[in-house]
């Protein structure tokens, strides 16, 4: 079945860039949407966005214009760039698939284990 | 902030039931969406428990149940375990700002 893996550097700088990269196996990036979603400490889950098999995305509106998500389909990975991050970022980042058809129906399954990213002063 | 409201803690003893509602609005829950549960037990990474507002993926027990109502949705769990001590989270999609998804705030359910 397929299986998600984050990495990527765990400390950051306050004001540079978090780079986190998600490797897929076991499945095809073929029909779905991958996204990324985060759990800062001591709060609940938050929608980082999405990208399609085809290279469409869609930011949760808080965070557009700092957030890139990319596909790279013959490396089987998609990636997250956040930039200009503060303290505020600091969480575990999850990697998931999400659905296939249409995108308001879809939901998250599997996920992956998780990276915690802290953002230092 | 979220668009969707939880409950922050629900409790119940060892074989009791509880519910938990996910409260929405017209862009969401209300503009006909479905509705999603997931189960975080801590230190783990969230699991998929109800799919489509009713629907459980293969492995997770019928002690957990899903619902839908207007614009607010519940996800109910009978027979409490000990192991079923987790945040529970729904989701959904909203159709304001351009369209995005949405969780709930969580709701940390304790056995006690």
């Known amino acids: 079945q397929v299986q998600l893996q984050e990495s990527g550097p765990g400390l950051v700088k306050s004001s540079g860039t978090l780079s986190l990269t998600c490797s897929v196996s076991?499945?095809?990036?073929?029909?779905?949407?991958w996204d990324w979603i985060r759990r800062p400490p001591g709060k609940g889950l938050e929608w980082i966005g999405s990208?399609?098999?085809?290279?469409?995305?869609k930011y949760n509106p808080s965070l557009e214009g700092r957030v890139t998500i990319s596909l790279d389909t013959s490396g089987n990975q998609f990636s997250l760039k956040l930039n200009s991050v503060t303290a505020a970022d600091t969480a575990i980042y999850y990697c998931?698939?999400?659905?296939?058809?249409?995108?308001?129906?879809?939901?998250?399954?599997?996920w992956g284990q998780g990276t915690l990213v802290t953002v230092s002063s | 902030q979220s668009g969707l409201t939880q409950p922050p803690s629900v409790s119940g003893a060892p074989g009791q039931g509880v519910t938990i509602s996910c409260t929405g609005s017209?862009?969401?829950?209300?503009?006909?969406?479905?509705v999603h549960w997931y189960q975080q037990v801590p230190g783990t990474a969230p699991k998929l428990l109800i799919h489509?507002?009713?629907n459980r993926p293969s492995g997770v027990p019928d002690r957990f149940s899903g619902s839908k109502s207007g614009a607010s949705a519940s996800l109910a769990i009978t027979g409490l375990q000990a192991e079923d001590e987790a945040d529970y989270y729904c989701?959904?999609?909203?159709?304001?700002?351009?369209?995005?998804?949405?969780f709930g705030g969580g709701t940390r359910l304790t056995v006690l």
């Open positions: 998931v698939r999400a659905g296939t058809g249409a995108e308001s129906r879809n939901w998250f399954d599997p």
């Open positions: 076991g499945g095809s990036f073929r029909d779905y949407y």
């Open positions: 990208i399609y098999h085809i290279g469409r995305t």
């Open positions: 017209n862009t969401n829950i209300g503009a006909g969406y479905d």
């Open positions: 489509g507002n009713t």
């Open positions: 989701q959904t999609y909203d159709n304001s700002l351009r369209g995005s998804k949405v």
